[in-house]
């Protein structure tokens, strides 16, 4: 008769998958690219700032006024005179290749970083 409910090879199973598990959530982690910089375009220029920064931009596009806010390494819209607000209700990019856009006011912000591509397809 054995006794106990989970024997010795189970437990190495179990831990085995454990750090796995462990090894996928960190090399996740690690690949998650910042910011290294802050491109700003609107109808009357480009604003390039190198991150981290602090600062507040009032735009003025077709329609109104838009407010970028740049803080730490992210960026986002924090108002805008559009009509749907789809720019303010995106949220703020943190990562690199992210970017947020209001179209009517024509206003970019995009976040660039050390990564390249994620796919090339023909």
């Known amino acids: 008769m054995r006794s106990g409910l989970i024997k010795t090879g189970d437990w190495l199973l179990i831990i085995f998958f454990l750090f796995l598990s462990g090894f996928w959530l960190w090399s996740t982690w690690r690949k998650k690219e910042s910011p290294e910089e802050c491109v ?18 009032i735009l003025t596009g077709p329609i109104g006024k838009t407010v970028v806010e740049i803080k730490g390494r992210g ?7 559009c009509p749907h607000k ?36 023909r």
């Open 40 to 57: 700003v375009q609107w109808q009357e220029g480009t604003l390039t700032f190198t991150l981290p920064k602090d600062t507040v931009l």
């Open 75 to 81: 960026a986002r819209i924090r108002d805008s005179d």
């Open 86 to 121: 789809v720019c303010v209700k995106m949220g703020r990019a943190e990562m690199g290749g992210q970017m947020v856009v209001c179209a009517p006011n024509r206003v970019v912000v995009m976040l660039k970083g050390r990564g390249g591509v994620d796919a090339i397809t």
